[in-house]
């Protein structure tokens, strides 16, 4: 069946270090693609998303480029920031429902000034 | 502007007992669906609504009933839960019924069964 896998957590960062957290796929058909992050206490909120192929999607300073070749999503940031200290999950999405995402365990941020 | 709302944020049920989850948006959204989220383990799709009078069932469905008679309102029933059934819930609804639909997250009830 389709499932995603994420490197797994803790990741623990300074301020101004490079992010980049690993998530790979397997699916039928051509899903899309989605990073959603959450901060404590609340729920998730899309923060970027690919729907084909080599496209890259880009929000807050944070990038992932769909690689169909080697089925995978990875998150990368050039300089992260306390704020940015939350759980990040990679999920996906081939069903015309939009409702049915299929989530990554989720990977845990931790940035230290 | 308050998307998808939640309620209660905080339960703690005893084995057996029966509850209900409220779930509301006010943005028209046709498409809502219920996950749960444990330590490890992600989130799992409980049950989704493709519209009013619609439902079906994700991959951890047992133990858990929706319906949906209004496009706003998407309820969930534990109808005798179970210390398994201790976990964070989140509803999410989204416009669009196509794979590159996001979806947006209420802010969750965190629920404990004794």
């Known amino acids: 069946g389709n499932s995603v896998t994420q490197m797994e957590g803790p990741v623990t960062l300074s301020e101004e270090a490079f992010l980049t957290i690993n998530c790979t796929y397997t699916?039928?058909?051509?899903?899309?693609l989605f990073w959603y992050v959450q901060y404590p206490g609340e729920g998730l909120q899309l923060l970027l998303k690919?729907?084909?192929?080599?496209d890259k999607g880009s929000n807050k300073g944070f990038e992932a480029t769909y690689r169909k070749e080697t089925t995978s999503f990875h998150l990368e940031k050039g300089s992260v920031q306390v704020s940015d200290s939350a759980v990040y999950f990679c999920?996906?999405?081939?069903?015309?429902?939009?409702?049915?995402?299929?989530f990554g365990k989720g990977t845990t941020l931790s940035v230290s000034s | 502007n308050a998307g998808v709302t939640q309620t209660p944020k905080f339960q703690v049920l005893k084995t057996g007992q029966s509850m209900t989850l409220q779930c509301a948006q006010d943005m028209n959204h046709e498409y809502m669906s219920w996950y749960r989220q444990d330590p490890g383990m992600g989130l799992r799709l409980i049950h989704y609504s493709v519209g009013a009078g619609i439902t079906d069932q994700g991959e951890v469905p047992n133990g858990y009933n929706v319906s949906r008679s209004t496009t706003e309102d998407f309820p969930l029933r534990l109808l005798s839960a179970a210390p398994s059934q201790t976990s964070v819930y989140f509803c999410a609804s989204t416009l669009e019924g196509t794979r590159d639909s996001p979806l947006h997250f209420g802010n969750g009830t965190r629920l404990t069964v004794t």
């Open positions: 699916a039928t058909g051509y899903p899309s």
């Open positions: 999920a996906l999405s081939d069903r015309q429902a939009g409702t049915a995402l299929i």
């Open positions: 690919a729907t084909k192929a080599d």
